[in-house]
């Protein structure tokens, strides 16, 4: 009966992404001498939590693509892609409760307070079309990723024998945030500006969403067209044509926004790269800068 109630999630596990958290966890465990049985239950953990948090996330946002299949809950209907969601969820708390110590326990289910929280002011930014300060946008995307990261980093804490790294956490935690932060607005980033990512889920997807990102954000907070005011992009967004989407796209390219966010996230590369050699893993999250020929020829 499980599989049958979980087959919502087991689709998405079926549609393999680029694995970075399960490549992050398995450079982090052998650091922190995480035997390789244990790795595998922690990247099994994570891997069942991603993917019901995505059939989630997708329901929430609207979303009709996930790596270039039909979403789940499109395939599946909500109700049951909703229960799969929650339901994975809980067997992975059971499942942490039954093979970790009570304090990771607690940590665990109080960071997963924090990821809801983050996932909350998301969606609440989106629907109710506000656009936060670039600071509380920032914590909202540490809350809403960061903290999945750092929960990987408690379990493999919990089995790690090197004491040395155990004293570093809170170090440890501050890469993890950094590098939560390049994950997300990199996110944002190649959803408007990369032919690659504009084949695999749809031209701007977000602008279809009418997600308030960080490219939004940062483009309302800091004026950085030196008018008085900047273009109602929220109302811009309404139009959802290919027309229409173009306008915000050509908005953003002459206002410097995109070459902003571009250098924004070379610099954060830079300052992870600093803390902890992670190049293996920020290679396979590439980066470029926008060009607008791109538009003509997709």
Request: include cysteine; charged fraction near 25%; charge should be negative.
């Amino acid at each position: 009966m499980d599989d049958i109630l979980l087959e919502p999630v087991n689709y998405y596990k079926k549609l393999k992404g680029k694995n970075i958290r399960k490549i992050l966890s398995d450079l982090l465990g052998k650091l922190l001498g995480v035997n390789s049985d244990n790795i595998e239950l922690i990247n099994s953990i994570i891997n069942n939590f991603h993917n019901a948090s995505l059939v989630i996330d997708d329901i929430e946002d609207n979303s009709l693509l996930r790596r270039n299949e039909p979403c789940a809950h499109i395939k599946y209907g909500i109700p049951l892609s909703l229960n799969a969601g929650y339901f994975s969820i809980f067997k992975v708390l059971t499942k942490i409760s039954e093979n970790f110590s009570q304090q990771t326990t607690s940590k665990i289910i109080n960071y997963l307070t924090y990821v809801h929280e983050g996932q909350g002011m998301d969606i609440y930014y989106t629907q109710k079309k506000i656009i936060p300060t670039t600071e509380e946008y920032e914590k909202m995307m540490i809350y809403k990723t960061g903290y999945v990261f750092i929960i990987n980093m408690e379990l493999l804490i919990d089995k790690s024998t090197n004491f040395i790294f155990k004293k570093n956490q809170p170090k440890l935690n501050h890469v993890l945030i950094l590098f939560s932060l390049f994950y997300q607005i990199r996110d944002d980033y190649i959803n408007l500006t990369d032919i690659s990512y504009w084949k695999e889920k749809g031209f701007c997807q977000d602008l279809d969403e009418e997600k308030i990102s960080y490219l939004i954000t940062y483009f309302h907070n800091e004026n950085i067209t030196n008018n008085r005011e900047n273009p109602n992009i929220i109302e811009m967004m309404k139009d959802k044509s290919k027309e229409g989407k173009v306008k915000i796209v050509k908005i953003f390219h002459e206002s410097g926004l995109f070459d902003i966010v571009y250098y924004k996230l070379v610099a954060l590369k830079e300052k992870i790269l600093q803390e902890m050699d992670l190049e293996f893993i920020l290679n396979k999250l590439p980066i470029h800068r926008f060009d607008i020929n791109d538009i003509d020829g997709f």
